[in-house]
């Protein structure tokens, strides 16, 4: 979004560079994505830098989940580029882009019901040690960091969904991610929920990870984001801070009337459907 230029990073390590304040960890740059002739991303540009909260938003259809997906390696986009620290990740494969540390969910969550709560966090431990003890130390400590630890042992198709939402953000922070892509996360919370998930963000975002967020809640992105970037129609029409965006013209004409400060109804029907559907990632690289 072109009202915000993005530093030039000269970093080597996105994966353990944490406390640099400014810089551009992720970069997608004039991504274009279209699908049987449908433009559902029409040179997107977005910055997010370390230890950043950046809110996505955008009515149904904006393409913001595409944009996930370009990012994360679901989709190869049909043009543009996109960057992790100064390694370039276009067209990597999903697992590729969350081993570089770039770790997503997605807007449906679907925990392994089958597995207990932690087996289900060490599916994402295990993306960087096949070992056990270590993996499970890791996942412990993320168990913990949500308030699932006491359930452990529990199956997690017993949880209950603000429990399922917290679990995988456990299974995304046991990846040790230096971004997370979180799609909707605080979808079909309740107002407590919502809260606790906000103080989440922000212990995160204070580790010095960075966050990039959709959501449709309108007051709960407002108040935990650091800058806000809007799409419309697959164009990216603002990027800015929450109290910039929010009294933007172009902004509150995309959502047609719609208050996008004010009680979180911002204007635009919500759903929990996802176009993509699938969890597994796309492997444009072959080399997973
Ligand atoms: N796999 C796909 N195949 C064909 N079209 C797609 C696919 N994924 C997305 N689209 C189309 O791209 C456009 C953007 O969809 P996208 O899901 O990214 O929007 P969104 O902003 O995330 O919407 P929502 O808020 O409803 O989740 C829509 O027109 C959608 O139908």
């Known amino acids: 979004m072109s009202t915000d230029t993005p530093n030039e990073t000269t970093d080597t390590d996105a994966s353990t560079t944490t406390d640099h304040e400014g810089e551009a960890l992720l970069r997608a740059t004039d991504v274009t994505k279209t699908f ?5 991303l029409r040179d997107v540009s977005l910055d997010v830098r370390r230890g950043e909260i950046v809110g996505l938003i955008g009515p149904n259809g904006a393409g913001k989940t595409t944009l996930f997906n370009c990012i994360s390696g679901v989709f190869a986009p049909t043009e543009g580029t996109v960057h992790l620290g100064d390694e370039e990740i276009t067209n990597k494969s999903a697992h590729r882009v969350a081993r570089s540390g770039l770790s997503r969910t997605f807007q449906i969550t679907r925990p392994l019901e089958e597995l207990s709560v932690l087996e289900n966090v060490l599916v994402g431990a295990h ?11 890791i996942a412990r400590e993320q168990l913990s960091f949500v308030g699932l630890d006491e359930r452990a042992a529990e199956s997690a198709g017993d949880l209950t969904v603000g429990d399922q939402k917290r679990l995988e953000l456990a299974r995304t922070l046991a990846t040790e991610p230096s971004i ?10 309740t107002p407590t929920e919502t809260q606790r998930m906000l103080d989440l963000f ?9 966050i990039l967020l959709i959501e449709h809640d309108m ?25 910039a965006v929010a009294s933007d013209e172009r902004v509150i004409e995309a959502y ?23 969890q597994a990632g796309g492997d444009h690289d072959g080399d997973a």
């Open 36 to 40: 049987d002739g449908l433009v559902a």
């Open 219 to 243: 007051e709960a992105i407002m108040s935990v984001s650091d800058r806000v970037a809007v799409l419309d129609n697959g164009e990216a029409i603002a990027f800015d801070s929450p109290e």
């Open 127 to 137: 993306i960087h040690t096949r070992r056990r003890g270590p993996a499970e130390d």
């Open 256 to 278: 047609i009337g719609g208050d996008v400060d004010a009680d979180g109804d911002d204007g635009a029907t919500s759903d929990a459907t996802t176009t993509d559907g699938e």
């Open 180 to 189: 997370l892509l979180l799609d909707e996360i605080m979808a079909g919370l």
């Open 202 to 210: 922000r212990e995160i975002r204070e580790s010095g990870t960075s």
